[in-house]
């Protein structure tokens, strides 16, 4: 099994920046994928950004436009998001994924307000 805490939500203001943390523990040899969604009201998830267990450069979605950033850490245990020009429209709980050989986990989420 593996375990994903995320942390690092807030409330900001637009024009804001955030930086977003996912720990994962447990079976982390057995990630294939680590990921970030997102979900706001009324809305379905929401693929954000991607990146390779072995490497590679990440994936994001359409709307990023350059604003997000994903990143892990060299103990290969926790990824972040640095999302930078948040906007009202980045309002959404934003989950921690990954793809394993085994079920597919889900962090908690963390919620991310974009309000002045």
């Known amino acids: 099994q593996v375990q994903l805490v995320e942390s690092g939500g807030g409330l900001v203001q637009p024009g804001g920046s955030l930086t977003l943390s996912c720990v994962g523990s447990?079976?982390?040899?057995?990630?294939?994928?680590w990921a970030w969604y997102r979900q706001a009201p009324g809305q379905d998830r929401e693929f954000v950004a991607s990146?390779?267990?072995?490497?590679?450069?990440?994936g994001y979605g359409n709307f990023v436009k350059g604003r997000f950033t994903m990143s892990k850490n060299d103990a290969g245990n926790t990824v972040y998001l640095r999302m930078t020009n948040l906007q009202p429209e980045d309002t959404a709980t934003y989950y921690c994924h990954v793809r394993r050989s085994g079920p597919d986990t889900w962090g908690q989420g963390t919620q991310v307000t974009v309000s002045s």
């Open positions: 990146i390779l267990r072995n490497g590679g450069s990440p």
């Open positions: 447990g079976h982390l040899f057995s990630i294939h994928t």
